[in-house]
């Protein structure tokens, strides 16, 4: 990953491959942004009009290059759009910060240093800004370039250095700002890379040894259930959809403990390590991207992470639900019965609306330590993306307070998300004639068909919040922002600010 440090030295002295300097939308034209005068005053105070004549807006997402000023140790000048100019001429935000840096330092890749002269107003602009180019510069080239040279292989790797101009490396603020980007995108990234990896590597079985090997490295405690554990102990929602594959399904549980802390946040992740829909099959054209079934356990193994390396005070624990949805002979049938770990029966209809079957099991689990909350995570229905398409995600919870609380942290942190009902008449919709309940019902609502399954799963008087992540988990267009093609660590960045509300008080 890129590496970032602070600097109050002046553009032109800078020895870099790119001066990176924002251009935002004014009435009258493209407007510099603060931060970048030194370069202005080179260019006689006309970087505006030359920006301008070049075809420059200062439009979010744009991207402007220009030759340095004479003087200058650097060669490049890229100027990347803010947007408009906001009312007082400072106060650019954060999410627009995080995202000019970000598109930068895409382009930045195969680069060796650049220097952001963005605004800097506080240590939150820091934040975001450091965000922004160590999200933007992720690049998954693991199984990329076999046999290429090594020329071609750098030329693509992610800008190695950056400069953050304008930031204090002696300011306390500004310093923990960058400690706290650098963590929880370096475990986004993570998260990003196992979405990516291709299914016939990352097994449930393979996601586990990695959970055990960063629980190692940070400090957590873990327990994995294999299949013999979880038949042991009655898992029949998760047995019953991991029963297809010779990839057998694992339950990872993290936890991190803080000695200060005096609150318990669950974080529940539905981990299909690859979502063939079952003996329900899914057709082609809705499968070659079912690798990213995942993203819930991805995200929720990177929030935990993130929040031991932020010495957070809470008590976190991290639930990844593992399994591997495929037909077979031992496959789960339609019509199948299965006895759930709360000891409820589920008639499955439908082998595609596994999800819900592996959530159910270990939001029982997680119900029994009785957390303060719990947040479950998921690429639950494709319902989901049609009623908020492929950038924001659902939001639904049994306490509308906390559904509030998460929609406004998910807000702050640059996540769009939105809230969803939970309609009690579509439960009737689930009324099995064999079972307690059945996986499907009205396809009308049902992505809140399924948020109204899994709260049936939910211990009694436990505040519950699901985030259904189908539509932003996987970025199927090309990358915008400091968002790339592919997996995206949707919800880690709102998982974290949960966990640092919470340990502030700030939250239940
Ligand atoms: N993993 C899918 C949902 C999904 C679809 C995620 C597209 C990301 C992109 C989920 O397991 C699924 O198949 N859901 C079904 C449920 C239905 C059978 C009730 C769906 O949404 O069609
Ligand atoms: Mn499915
Ligand atoms: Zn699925």
């Not at 939150?124 to 965000?131: K, R, S, T």
């Not at 082998?351 to 330590?369: M, P, Q, Y």
């Amino acid at each position: 990953m890129t590496a970032l440090t602070l600097s109050t030295s002046a553009a032109p002295g800078l020895r870099a491959d790119a001066i990176v300097i924002g251009v935002a939308k004014g009435a009258k034209g493209p407007v510099v942004a603060p931060g970048a005068e030194a370069v202005d005053k080179a260019y006689d105070g006309k970087l505006a009009g030359v920006l301008e004549t070049l075809g420059a807006s200062g439009a979010e997402g744009e991207l402007t290059k220009l030759p340095a000023p004479a003087g200058f140790k650097s060669a490049l000048v890229i100027a990347v759009g803010l947007g408009t100019v906001p009312d007082d001429g400072t106060g650019y935000g954060a999410e627009a910060l995080r995202r000019a840096a970000g598109v930068a330092a895409r382009t930045l890749n195969g680069a060796k240093k650049a220097a952001f002269a963005l605004p800097v107003e506080d240590a939150a602009a820091v934040g975001a800004i450091a965000e922004g180019v160590l999200l933007g510069a992720y690049s998954f080239d693991v199984y990329k370039d076999n046999g290429s040279s090594a020329k071609a292989k750098a030329d693509k790797a992610p800008l190695a250095e950056a400069t953050l101009l304008g930031g204090k490396p002696r300011d306390a603020a500004h310093k923990a700002a960058l400690a706290r980007a650098t963590a929880v995108s370096e475990e986004l990234n993570r998260a990003r890379d196992l979405i990516n990896t291709p299914p016939n590597d990352l097994t449930p079985a393979a996601f586990a040894a990695i959970a055990q090997r960063a629980a190692k490295e940070h400090g957590l405690k873990v327990q994995v259930l294999d299949d013999k554990a979880l038949a042991k102990d009655g898992y029949g929602g998760i047995l019953g959809v991991g029963g297809g594959s010779a990839a057998t399904p694992r339950l990872v549980k993290l936890s991190y403990t803080s000695p200060g802390a005096d609150k318990h946040l669950a974080f529940v992740g539905k981990g299909i390590t690859y979502d063939s829909g079952g003996i329900s099959l899914k057709p082609a054209g809705h499968n070659e991207t079912m690798k990213c079934d995942m993203s819930g356990a991805a995200a929720v193994f990177a929030a935990v992470v993130s929040a031991a390396r932020l010495g957070l005070e809470v008590n976190v624990t991290g639930w990844l639900a593992l399994a591997e949805n495929m037909p077979s002979g031992s496959a789960v049938r339609p019509g199948d019965v299965l006895r759930m770990y709360s000891g409820k029966t589920v008639e499955v209809l439908n082998t595609d609306a596994e999800g819900r079957l592996v959530l159910a099991d270990a939001l029982w689990a997680a119900s029994a330590e009785n957390p303060d909350a719990i947040v479950d995570v998921a690429t639950l229905t494709g319902a989901m993306m049609l009623a908020l398409g492929s950038r924001t995600f659902g939001i639904m919870a049994n306490d509308d307070a906390f559904r509030t609380a998460i929609h406004e942290a998910a807000e702050e942190v640059g996540e769009p998300a939105w809230p969803m009902p939970l309609p009690e008449h579509l439960r009737k919709g689930m009324d099995s004639p064999t079972a307690d309940i059945a996986n499907m019902g009205e396809r009308m609502g049902g992505g809140l068909v399924a948020g109204l399954f899994l709260r049936e799963f939910v211990g009694e008087g436990i505040t519950w919040a699901h985030l259904d992540i189908a539509g932003p988990a996987f970025n199927e267009g090309g990358a915008f922002g400091y968002t790339p093609k592919g997996g995206t660590g949707s919800a880690v960045r709102t998982l974290v600010r949960l966990a640092e509300l919470t340990a502030e008080g700030d939250l239940g």
